[in-house]
């Protein structure tokens, strides 16, 4: 049976693909889950379904490269604290007290969040006290059913963390494998690993998540060099900073993400570059949490490749990537006095094409051309905060929020139109959410 037809027509595309990055009052042709043609022809595209972007901004969906949406219930809790104090007090307490269904709501919300932002790909670092629940399968059915493309991360340490965040090696490789295996050859859903916090596993951990992302081509994301404290820890038990531990473990390399990296030295920098190592930069929740500036200047000039994040939503309180591209300028801008540090340009990239990359994907997602995957979204420039326009780039990165996210397609399938989820019955879950919420709190003692 001949798979359907979308034919996006009468927008502004932003393609984000280097060869051609802008096709005004374009057309995008989608056949099943491919883009199949991008056109300016001034003749309609014959296809079943016909979405007119006309004063919109066609654009590739965004890639949220790093999230947290297991925290979810304890946005706006906490704030004005530092990362370890904010965890500590507010954070590990209140994901003590979840029930699985509770993951089955956070991860819901967080999806229809990203979502309605126009964040068609995220990739959530996920860590749970309640792993022996195969909470972990729960949330990765309720971030499927939503709809949005997810690279999901296991997390986990064997040494130490916080109560109840332990596991033995053996739990960690067994429950990771049985999760690999059960998602393996999903179309939108990829499962990932990776030791949650680097001070708290073994350098044996390490080497098990290098061997399971051999075996079974999975990604590995690791939080990095995100505060003083993290290399302080690291080097206090290896004698190595957070990186140069890495290195040892193999813990470096193409399948690699390495978020935050606000602490890295000039070898780290080099390091990274030569294992071909993709960088997250989160610049909104580094802010939020003073957990200082990135040196993303010097790992670009190094030829690193860098993907853009929100972070969770419990630390940055929204997961708009819009507004991290314009974070990402403002903060680099501001620490190096140089207006061309960081372009419009670059930000569009390290959201889409970059992130992209970073998750396992460059060669079909974060651009729209033939044969990529369709995850397009289309942003209502009609407004008043966007008008005139001049520079369709400069007016997405500069001067748009998330909000004015009108339609999204992922793999080739309306979830948003007008800016109303049609995969989750959004006006119930916001009510569940608060709900439980507030139990949750209560029986944290938070």
């Given at each position: 049976?001949?798979?359907?037809?979308?034919?996006?027509?009468?927008?502004?595309?932003?393609?984000a693909?280097?060869?051609r990055?802008l096709?005004?009052?374009?057309?995008?042709?989608?056949?099943?889950?491919?883009?199949?043609?991008?056109?300016?022809?001034?003749?309609?595209?014959?296809?079943?379904?016909?979405?007119d972007?006309?004063?919109?901004?066609?654009?590739?969906g965004?890639?949220?490269?790093?999230?947290h949406?297991?925290?979810?219930?304890g946005?706006?809790?906490?704030t004005?604290?530092?990362?370890?104090?904010?965890l500590?007090e507010?954070?590990?307490?209140?994901?003590?007290?979840?029930e699985?269904?509770?993951?089955r709501l956070?991860l819901t919300?967080?999806?229809?969040?990203?979502?309605?932002?126009?964040n068609?790909?995220?990739?959530?670092?996920?860590?749970?006290?309640?792993?022996?629940?195969?909470?972990?399968?729960?949330?990765?059915?309720?971030?499927?059913?939503?709809?949005?493309?997810?690279?999901?991360?296991?997390?986990?340490?064997?040494v130490?963390?916080?109560?109840?965040?332990?596991?033995?090696?053996?739990?960690?490789?067994?429950r990771?494998?049985?999760?690999?295996?059960e998602?393996?050859?999903?179309?939108?859903?990829?499962?990932?690993?990776?030791?949650?916090?680097?001070?708290?596993?073994?350098?044996?951990?390490?080497?098990?998540?290098?061997?399971?992302?051999?075996?079974?081509?999975?990604?590995?994301?690791?939080?990095?060099?995100?505060?003083?404290e993290?290399?302080?820890?690291?080097?206090?038990?290896?004698?190595?900073?957070?990186?140069?531990?890495?290195?040892?473990?193999?813990?470096?390399?193409e399948?690699?993400?390495l978020?935050?990296?606000?602490?890295?030295?000039e070898?780290?920098?080099?390091?990274?570059?030569?294992?071909?190592?993709?960088?997250?930069h989160?610049?909104?929740?580094?802010?939020?949490?003073?957990s200082?500036?990135?040196?993303?200047p010097?790992?670009?000039?190094?030829?690193?490749n860098?993907?853009?994040?929100c972070?969770?939503p419990?630390?940055?309180?929204?997961?708009d990537?819009?507004?991290?591209?314009?974070a990402?300028?403002?903060?680099?801008?501001?620490?190096s006095?140089?207006?061309?540090?960081?372009?419009?340009?670059?930000?569009?990239?390290?959201?889409t094409r970059?992130?992209?990359?970073?998750?396992?994907?460059?060669?079909e997602l974060g651009q729209?051309?033939?044969?990529?995957?369709a995850?397009?979204?289309?942003?209502?420039?009609?407004?008043?905060?966007?008008?005139?326009?001049?520079?369709?780039?400069?007016?997405?990165?500069?001067?748009?929020?998330g909000?004015?996210?009108h339609?999204?397609?992922?793999?080739?399938?309306?979830?948003?139109?007008?800016?109303?989820?049609?995969?989750?019955?959004?006006?119930?879950?916001?009510?569940?959410?608060q709900?439980?919420?507030?139990?949750?709190?209560?029986?944290?003692?938070?």
């Amino acid at each position: 049976m001949p798979s359907s037809t979308i034919n996006v027509f009468g927008g502004t595309v932003l393609t984000a693909d280097p060869d051609r990055p802008l096709v005004e009052r374009g057309q995008v042709l989608i056949e099943g889950s491919r883009i199949r043609e991008v056109s300016d022809a001034a003749d309609p595209l014959p296809a079943d379904e016909r979405i007119d972007a006309t004063g919109m901004i066609v654009s590739p969906g965004f890639v949220n490269a790093h999230t947290h949406l297991c925290m979810i219930y304890g946005r706006s809790l906490g704030t004005d604290r530092s990362l370890l104090q904010w965890l500590a007090e507010y954070q590990v307490p209140l994901m003590c007290a979840l029930e699985p269904g509770d993951y089955r709501l956070s991860l819901t919300l967080g999806a229809v969040e990203n979502l309605l932002a126009g964040n068609t790909t995220v990739c959530e670092v996920f860590f749970s006290p309640h792993y022996d629940r195969e909470v972990d399968s729960v949330a990765l059915s309720a971030l499927d059913a939503s709809g949005i493309r997810s690279v999901f991360v296991r997390c986990a340490n064997d040494v130490s963390f916080f109560e109840g965040f332990v596991e033995s090696r053996s739990q960690i490789r067994d429950r990771s494998e049985r999760l690999l295996t059960e998602w393996a050859g999903r179309d939108r859903t990829t499962v990932g690993v990776g030791p949650l916090i680097p001070w708290g596993s073994s350098p044996d951990a390490f080497r098990d998540a290098v061997e399971l992302s051999r075996q079974h081509d999975a990604p590995i994301h690791l939080h990095t060099a995100e505060t003083p404290e993290y290399n302080d820890l690291v080097r206090s038990q290896t004698g190595m900073d957070n990186v140069d531990m890495l290195a040892s473990v193999g813990a470096l390399g193409e399948r690699v993400m390495l978020n935050h990296c606000v602490y890295l030295s000039e070898k780290n920098i080099a390091e990274i570059a030569e294992t071909g190592t993709h960088v997250i930069h989160d610049p909104t929740s580094n802010m939020v949490l003073a957990s200082g500036v990135a040196p993303v200047p010097a790992l670009r000039s190094a030829g690193v490749n860098i993907g853009l994040a929100c972070d969770g939503p419990a630390c940055n309180n929204a997961q708009d990537m819009i507004e991290a591209m314009k974070a990402a300028i403002m903060l680099h801008r501001a620490v190096s006095t140089e207006p061309g540090v960081l372009t419009a340009a670059d930000a569009f990239a390290m959201a889409t094409r970059n992130g992209a990359a970073a998750v396992g994907l460059g060669d079909e997602l974060g651009q729209i051309r033939p044969g990529f995957l369709a995850d397009i979204v289309l942003i209502d420039a009609a407004r008043a905060h966007m008008t005139p326009l001049h520079d369709p780039l400069a007016a997405l990165v500069y001067s748009a929020h998330g909000s004015d996210v009108h339609t999204v397609i992922v793999d080739g399938r309306v979830v948003v139109r007008d800016r109303q989820v049609l995969t989750v019955e959004v006006p119930r879950l916001l009510s569940d959410v608060q709900q439980r919420a507030s139990q949750v709190r209560a029986a944290a003692g938070v």
